[in-house]
T-cell receptor
Framework: GNSVTQMEGPVTLSEEAFLTINCTYTATGYPSLFWYVQYPGEGLQLLLKATKADDKGSNKGFEATYRKETTSFHLEKGSVQVSDSAVYFC???????????FGTGTRLLVSP | DADVTQTPRNRITKTGKRIMLECSQTKGHDRMYWYRQDPGLGLQLIYYSFDVKDINKGEISDGYSVSRQAQAKFSLSLESAIPNQTALYFCATGARANTGELFFGEGSRLTVL
């Protein structure tokens, strides 16, 4: 079946620190991969995506590379800000796209 | 105004009561979804609909039902609420031309006492 595993949080960082949130997946075939972000009191919104192996998704300084050989899609940012504090969800979609399968989410807390 | 609107935003009810959560969207999307969010469990899919006549169960549909009244409206019902249905519920929409991107409402927090 399809599943997504994320590192548990919370991840606590100081402003300007480097961020990595690990995500690995299990899927049949070659799914599309996504990172969604949920700010406090809001719904989820798409942060970035990659649709095939070796693709790099990027947005707002965040990046993630689709690694087929390690079935991973780790989220990185070189210098986090307080405003990046949120819950980050890794997700996959089979190519047939019936639905998204989400990981459990990782809470990021950034202090000044 | 939000593209995906959920009502009510918060609801407290008692065990055994019938509850309806409503979702409406102005994005013109064909696909609509209901997810449930629990701490430590992420989002789990309850039901999804690819058009008005197409309703599908997700991973955790037991105890829930849905109605797709129109392209823009998708309601979730709990016929007889129980405490372990206390959660945050999200409606989402997606375009038929699949990009994998879903658009979420702000959530409906339900507490069953």
């Amino acid at each position: 079946g399809n599943s997504v595993t994320q590192m548990e949080g919370p991840v606590t960082l100081s402003e300007e620190a480097f961020l990595t949130i690990n995500c690995t997946y299990t899927a049949t075939g070659y799914p599309s991969l996504f990172w969604y972000v949920q700010y406090p009191g809001e719904g989820l919104q798409l942060l970035l995506k990659a649709t095939k192996a070796d693709d790099k998704g990027s947005n707002k300084g965040f990046e993630a590379t689709y690694r087929k050989e390690t079935t991973s899609f780790h989220l990185e940012k070189g210098s986090v800000q307080v405003s990046d504090s949120a819950v980050y969800f890794c997700a996959l979609s089979p190519k047939s796209f019936q639905k998204l399968v989400f990981g459990t989410g990782t809470r990021l807390l950034v202090s000044p | 105004d939000a593209d995906v609107t959920q009502t009510p935003r918060n609801r407290i009810t008692k065990t055994g009561k019938r509850i309806m959560l409503e979702c409406s969207q102005t994005k013109g999307h064909d696909r609509m979804y209901w997810y449930r969010q629990d701490p430590g469990l992420g989002l789990q899919l309850i039901y999804y609909s690819f058009d008005v006549k197409d309703i599908n169960k997700g991973e955790i549909s037991d105890g829930y039902s849905v109605s797709r009244q129109a392209q823009a409206k998708f309601s979730l019902s709990l016929e007889s609420a129980i405490p372990n249905q206390t959660a945050l519920y999200f409606c989402a929409t997606g375009a038929r031309a699949n990009t994998g991107e879903l658009f979420f409402g702000e959530g409906s927090r339900l507490t069953v006492l």
